[in-house]
């Protein structure tokens, strides 16, 4: 099976070893230095590009080839076009020129553009992203070319997800090199963040999630009572993996390995029919790319198997919902790893530094991390006692804990925390050497080893604006830091007064405790640090005064680019619960009443039929039944037509600032308040009438 893998691993990918082959020397050398040193790409190699890769896709069978893009839809978008070129004899022949590879142009005004772009402003450019490597995706269309490239308007303006993020690398990576050249390290030429993106997600049978409307719409359910078991056994998590699941994970690591993704590890998640996909590292652009391709890959392969696969972040209440845990770090060209403490992290000084820095990053810019992972579905799983709270923290561990304790007090640090051994008491089993620190999965944001973990971000989201803000705000302080030390006449002095003073001035951010607690939120507002609770409350921080001057001094989005994309999230909001609110109006008029009416007839003539027949007898019990049936029916109308009369008022609103927050504080508390009856008399009415799946039914037959 390993000789199986390794010889169809990224058969599908135009990467280095087939651009070895196919390419001339100069032109490969050309391209190589322009994606790994971040040079100037020169436009004469394009063409030469375009027909060596026009010929490995087309000896693989392809017939079209694609400008992948990421828009602000979060997902990606492409245009097919085929390969062929008519001939003056009426045949064709299959061409792809260095004109079609470096540009695209789709219409750039049917996409979110937060108003970049009006609708008689269509033409928008998809260009070559050559950091990415082209691949082949085969399905019922065939054989396509999918290259990966950004998406600007006519005016240049960014209208994706890839465009900052390629910025924010720039960024990070210049800030960087000037501090490692500050340490001796000249050979350091380029400083790239690596990331490797967990995948949580929810696996169901595909007939009983074509009976639910609410998740075919809105992609949760917005009714369902609790099983009698949930989660609280802890049998699924880690648990042996189920045959039909078994057989989906199969496939989807086939096809994802062909793409050269490095799928890795699969296993179940906490809740009953969740699981998770974790791939190797790759730098943050690629990651970003092939996270887009492990989604899209998941929805396929489910279907494939009869299953559907759930990206939302809360499906089910009551159990666990699904996140992306994005693990970042740094690492330079020479291949040193900037987040690695090495064995005596308390004379790493220049680690210190760069862990300083991170701190800092967080501390002053925390809102903006915030909505970096802010969606309408995350604001069901932030702070529920199963994902980090909605206040951002960091999780140093105890050994880094106290170098930071002992840099506060005495400006030095001299020892630290090691590891040990540990035994588990059984001779058969051998001791091993243990870390340093324990792991806190409570924390939003924790150092796990020799990277940071940013826990928050939503499961359905593009990790590329996580990835853009973190690279930004730790490159802003590293500038600074660098600005500070270039001028300074003792090196070695400065950096430690500087270390002392960042970790002083920015330790209330350190958290080490449970971040599920109701003291930690207490703590935290003792600190000063905010506690933004939902996607419309956090959007503010992303065009800000203090936002558009860190994002134009880099260069990563220009102040109308920001505009744009509050607008952007206040939109998506807005759509996303009006089609929740929408879908849940239409459940309980066509299908919850009709049903509970029949339900209560079916009590009332079986009341009648036994006063009938035995006028003596006790129905006492079906009586309460019926009245207890009806009064719920009574407030599921009144809280159905409390929604209808607050839609009617959100049609009103035009859609910006103010529909987004009537939705959060009007529409939203009305959902609530229709759902609740209704999974009242899900526990009541016969199992036979109910006109959905029942969760139980979702979660356990699968």
């Known amino acids: ?22 390419l001339p020397k100069k032109t490969y050398a050309a391209l190589k230095k322009t994606i790994e040193n971040g040079e100037d790409l020169d436009p004469g190699i394009a063409e ?29 978008a492409e245009k097919h076009d085929s390969f062929i070129s008519p001939t003056n004899n009426g045949k064709v022949i299959m061409e792809f020129s260095g004109k079609e590879l470096v540009k695209g142009e789709p219409d750039a005004s049917s996409f979110p553009s937060g108003g970049l772009r009006a609708t008689f402003e269509a033409r928008g450019y998809t260009a070559w992203d050559c950091t990415s490597p082209a691949f082949l995706r085969e399905d019922a269309a065939g054989v396509t070319l999918c290259i990966p490239t950004a998406f600007c308007s006519y005016t240049g303006e960014a209208l994706d997800m890839k465009t900052p993020l390629l910025r924010s690398m720039e960024a990070i990576s210049t800030q960087a090199v000037r501090i ?138 009551g159990v666990n919902g699904s996140g992306k845990h994005n693990n970042w770090s740094l690492v ?21 530094l760069i862990l300083s820095a991170v701190l800092q990053a967080v501390d002053e810019h925390a809102d903006l991390l915030r909505i970096s992972a802010a969606n309408p579905g995350n604001d069901h799983r932030l702070g529920a006692a199963e994902a980090p709270p909605a206040i951002i923290s960091v999780f140093v561990g105890t050994q880094l804990e106290d170098v930071l304790i002992q840099l506060i007090e005495t400006g030095e640090a001299r020892s630290c925390k090691e590891g040990g051994r540990l035994s588990v008491g059984v001779h058969t089993i051998p001791e091993f050497r243990k870390d340093a620190t324990d792991r806190n999965r409570t924390s939003p944001f924790a150092f796990t080893g020799n ?17 853009t803000v973190l690279n930004t705000i730790v490159a802003d302080v590293l500038c600074r ?5 270039e001028t300074a006449e003792n090196f070695d002095l400065a950096v430690h007064d500087l270390i002392k003073k ?34 419309v409350d956090a959007i503010p921080a992303i065009n800000s005064e203090k936002s558009i001057a860190l994002f134009s ?82 407030e599921v109308d009144q809280a159905l037509k409390k929604l209808q009369d607050l839609m009617e008022e959100a049609s009103t609103i035009e859609v910006g600032v103010k529909s987004a927050n009537f939705f959060k504080d009007k529409v939203v508390p009305a959902m609530q308040e229709l759902r609740a009856p209704v999974d009242a008399l899900e526990l009541i009415v016969d199992k036979d009438l109910w006109p959905v799946p029942t969760y139980g039914e979702l979660l356990f037959e699968i």
């Open 332 to 352: 330079t060209n020479t291949g040193k790893n900037l987040l690695d403490p090495g064995k005596t992290p308390h004379e790493n000084i220049q680690f210190l």
């Open 481 to 485: 830091m660098a600005d500070e030390l």
């Open 451 to 467: 990277k940071f973990e940013f826990r928050m971000v939503a499961s359905s989201m593009s990790i590329a604006l996580a990835n």
């Open 180 to 317: 490692c050249k500050l340490f001796g390290h000249h050979d350091v030429k380029r400083v790239t963040t690596y990331v490797g993106p967990e995948q949580e997600y929810f696996l169901i049978d595909k007939q009983k999630y074509l009976k639910r409307n609410d998740l075919i719409f809105t992609g949760r359910t917005l009714f369902g009572a609790m099983p009698p078991k949930g989660q609280e056994m802890d049998d699924h998590y880690y648990g042996s993996i189920k045959e039909r699941v078994a057989s989906f994970m199969k496939e989807l690591n086939i096809e994802l390995w062909k793409m050269g993704v490095t799928a890795k590890t699969q296993h179940n998640e906490a809740a009953p029919a969740q699981h998770e996909l974790a791939p190797i590292y790759a730098t943050a652009n690629i990651a970003s790319d092939h996270n887009q391709l492990i989604m899209e890959c998941m929805k396929k392969v489910a279907n494939r198997h009869g299953l559907a696969c759930l990206l939302h972040e809360k499906p089910f209440a």
């Open 553 to 634: 001094k880099h260069n990563v989005f220009s102040p109308s680019e920001l505009h744009s994309r509050a607008e952007v999230l206040y939109e998506s909001y807005s759509k996303a619960i009006n089609i929740e609110a929408k879908t849940m109006i239409s459940m309980v008029n066509v299908q919850f009443i009709p049903t509970i009416i029949k339900y209560t007839k079916r009590l009332a003539d079986a009341i009648n039929s036994i006063k009938a027949a035995v006028p003596d007898v006790d129905i006492s019990v079906q009586t309460d039944l019926l009245k207890k049936t009806s009064k719920l029916l009574t």
């Open 48 to 76: 030469i590009v375009a027909n060596a890769m026009k010929d490995w896709a087309i000896e693989r069978g392809a017939t079209h080839y694609t400008h992948w893009f990421q828009p602000m839809t979060g997902i990606t």
């Open 502 to 535: 960042t970790v002083t001035n920015h330790h209330r951010i350190v958290f080490n405790g449970n971040g599920y607690s109701e003291e930690w939120v207490k703590e935290a507002e003792r600190r000063g640090l905010p506690n933004i609770k939902t996607m």
């Open 1 to 22: 099976m390993s000789e199986r893998i390794t010889d169809i691993f990224a058969i599908d990918v135009f990467n280095d070893a087939i651009m070895v082959e196919r």
